[in-house]
């Protein structure tokens, strides 16, 4: 009977996960009913299975049936990903820009209706490029997806031996993941691209400004980089949500992507001035304290020190799941 599960998981895997629990029972239905037609009350054998499959025809046939038309730029199989990964980042933005406009307000509560206009117009803006990215990446996964499917239809008669093997539990994703990634994602995109993601300055109890720790003109140059770290961040998370367990591709496919990310995050850091190259001249001005005292060189210390273990457990985290990436890889061949 394995024989008869591997061929409905090849069906199914290929549909909208609504519709997949549907599907199974009718096409067990069917198959039950076809052996039935064949042997009667006889016993069913392998033989039986092999001929009732074969009669079915090519699980990317059937699949095709059930999904309806595949003239689409998304189309159903990878609908149900797309959709979420969207209504993710989307939240995610409103959220940090809703962030932004509360910590506007509370500096300048006078300034309201100014901050809530800023708050609007940013969000038309910057909504439709968020689902702008997410559809050109789930556009180009549907494009060399169909291009792939079309190809092996055309080079190889479908046989029963092209059968996918039923899916390991163990390797199963959980959704719980890749969304959690895509939120990170985007808050921190959403922070790097902001002027308050640095230290919030008090005085008499009300925030007065903040010092940011990052260099303004760096990042207007280095958005392009940044806006593709987003890109292959959201892409490695979206694979995650289309094969839903761990395979040798998905594996080839994150390390790659990891390797990208690492090659543009030390070129993106050690190519450009990345952090505030007055941070230490804003902080003694707002702190008093004066230049070349314990207190400044201390602090200074703690800075250099700060800035650097950071670019090093990024560099160190890319790395490691890179090789995490590969020794599972090889353990699974």
Not at 88 to 99: C, D, K, P, T, Y
Not at 123 to 130: A, K, M, N, S
Not at 161 to 172: G, M
């Amino acid at each position: 009977m394995e024989l008869i599960e591997r061929y409905i998981y090849a069906v199914t895997r290929r549909l909208p996960q609504s519709q997949r629990e549907e599907v199974v029972k009718e096409l067990r239905g069917l198959i039950a009913d076809m052996l039935d037609d064949q042997i009667g009350e006889g016993k069913v054998s392998d033989s039986h299975i092999e001929e009732v499959l074969m009669e079915l025809g090519d699980p990317r046939e059937l699949a095709r049936q059930y999904g309806g038309k595949n003239k689409f730029v998304i189309g159903p199989v990878l609908f149900d990903p797309y959709m979420t990964v969207l209504k993710i980042s989307l939240i995610s933005i409103v959220l940090a820009m809703g962030m932004v406009f509360v910590i506007k307000v509370y500096m300048d509560p006078v300034q309201v209706i100014d901050h809530f206009v800023s708050f609007i117009v940013s969000t038309v803006i910057t909504i439709p490029q968020g689902v702008g990215w997410v559809t050109l990446v789930f556009g180009l996964l549907e494009y060399f997806g169909g291009i792939n499917e079309q190809k092996h239809s055309v080079q190889n008669t479908w046989k029963l031996a092209d059968l996918p093997p039923l899916p390991d539990t163990k390797r199963q994703i959980k959704r719980c993941e890749p969304i959690a990634g895509i939120v990170f994602l985007v808050l921190l995109f959403m922070m790097f691209t902001s002027q308050y993601f640095g230290i919030f300055i008090f005085k008499n109890g009300e925030l007065n400004t903040v010092i940011p720790f990052l260099n303004k003109e760096a990042i207007l140059t280095t958005m392009p980089a940044i806006i593709l770290l987003l890109g292959l961040g959201i892409l490695k998370e979206a694979l995650k949500l289309v094969y839903e367990r761990w395979t040798k591709k998905l594996f080839l496919y994150t390390i790659l992507i990891n390797a990208i990310s690492l090659a543009v995050v030390i070129l993106m850091v050690y190519t450009s001035s990345f952090w505030n190259p007055n941070f230490m001249l804003e902080l003694s001005q707002v702190h008093n304290i004066a230049v070349g005292s314990e207190a400044y060189d201390t602090t200074q210390t703690i800075w250099n020190t700060s800035t650097g273990l950071f670019v090093i457990f990024l560099i160190i985290g890319l790395i490691w799941e890179i090789v995490k990436g590969i020794f599972k890889m090889r353990k699974m061949s």
